[in-house]
């Protein structure tokens, strides 16, 4: 049975690049060549996406493919990037080797965001410093994740760690956990983020009981508490965040 599925997914691709091969585009449906000649920047998010689907199907070119599947995520690249191959594979050829290829760029987009993060010495000022330092790792996640971000006196980043993974709507926090970590770098101060998979950002009761113990829990350790910042890919699908301290609740 896996034999078929291989060979039908192996036609497939065969019949796409057989019915409208590069050489076959016209002109202004040709961005790689468009690349070359003009460079990357120059190219649209659907002549982008284009050049990874390699071809389209008969009676329609590979860019009109691209803006079918940018019309599936909303024209969102971030909520493209959550899509699977389940829902990626209802595109009218759509094949498994496409698919796996979108779905390879997007994530490598979402590692190289967070290594460039990692690689530079930050200092987080405020919430759009810390929402841009965690979206890679939170924004299009399927189940909810808890960080800690661990400060200097000046603001740097002296480490993160995840301090928990739960399910679709919650998370246990164990803030031992969190202010050992603290103590460990050495940090006079901390950020927190976590995510909400539903886009909703509005904080739950038990969000913000669970600031309250934090920041009592750092006064006593005298590590101040900066921020907590629910992260979430909102239904308009841009990432997006609600931040604790630019609300008052720190």
Request: proline share 2%; aromatic share 8%; hydrophobic share 40%.
């Amino acid at each position: 049975m896996y034999f078929c599925t291989e060979f039908q997914d192996r036609q497939q691709d065969m019949d796409e690049n057989f019915y409208l091969t590069v050489k076959e585009w016209s002109n202004e449906d040709k961005p790689r060549e468009k690349m070359l000649a003009k460079g990357k920047k120059e190219l649209t998010n659907a002549e982008l996406l284009a050049i990874l689907l390699r071809s389209g199907v008969r009676g329609k070119g590979a860019v009109d493919m691209a803006k079918e599947v940018l019309q599936v995520a909303g024209g969102s690249l971030t909520e493209l990037s959550r899509l699977e191959y389940s829902q990626l594979g209802k595109i009218k050829g759509m094949g498994e080797a496409k698919a796996t290829t979108l779905m390879a760029a997007l994530e490598l987009g979402w590692r190289m965001q967070s290594e460039i993060n990692s690689a530079k010495e930050l200092i987080l000022k405020d919430s759009h410093d810390l929402f841009n330092y965690m979206k890679p790792l939170l924004a299009d996640l399927d189940h909810e994740e808890f960080w800690a971000v661990y400060l200097s006196n000046r603001n740097k980043v002296l480490g993160r760690q995840r301090i928990t993974t739960g399910g679709l709507t919650g998370t246990y926090v164990d803030t031992r956990v969190l202010f050992r970590g603290a103590l460990e770098h050495k940090a006079v101060a901390i950020m927190v983020a976590h995510n909400h998979p539903s886009g909703l950002l509005k904080p739950s009761t038990e969000d913000r009981q669970l600031t309250k113990q934090i920041e009592q829990g750092g006064k006593v350790l005298q590590i101040k508490l900066k921020e907590h910042m629910i992260i979430g890919i909102t239904s308009t699908g841009q990432a997006d965040y609600y931040s604790f301290q630019d609300n008052g609740l720190i």
